[in-house]
Nanobody, 123 residues
């Protein structure tokens, strides 16, 4: 079992940037696909980005392509989400997730989830 703890959320003005971090504890972090999801008030949780265990494959939701970048540092057991050109519609609780299956994770069926970190974008 992998425990995930997100950090880096906060309040930022539209057009600004934030970097989220997700620290993982437990064994074999480097073998997991890692990803980020978000849930806005009154909406269902949605996929944002994912990165393969090697770091060579990534996938993004269309609305964040070109603005968000997912990366990982296996030596630090950490995955990051760099968010640039933030918009009000990016306001949500952001969750880190992991799974051995890239397909399972990107479909929302990840095996482990963090508690989430709030990102609020003001106009």
């Amino acid at each position: 079992q992998v425990q995930l703890v997100e950090s880096g959320g906060g309040l930022v003005q539209a057009g600004g940037s934030l970097r989220l971090s997700c620290a993982a504890s437990g064994r074999a972090f480097s073998t997991y696909t890692m990803g980020w999801f978000r849930q806005a008030p009154g909406k269902e949780r949605e996929f944002v980005a994912a990165i393969s265990w090697t770091g060579t494959s990534t996938r993004y939701q269309d609305s964040v392509k070109g603005r968000f970048t997912i990366s990982r540092d296996n030596a630090k057991n950490t995955v990051y989400l760099q968010m640039n050109s933030l918009k009000r519609e990016d306001t949500a609780v952001y969750f880190c997730a992991c799974d051995h299956s890239f397909t399972a994770l990107t479909s929302g069926s990840a095996g482990s989830w963090g508690q989430g970190t709030q990102v609020t974008v003001s106009s």
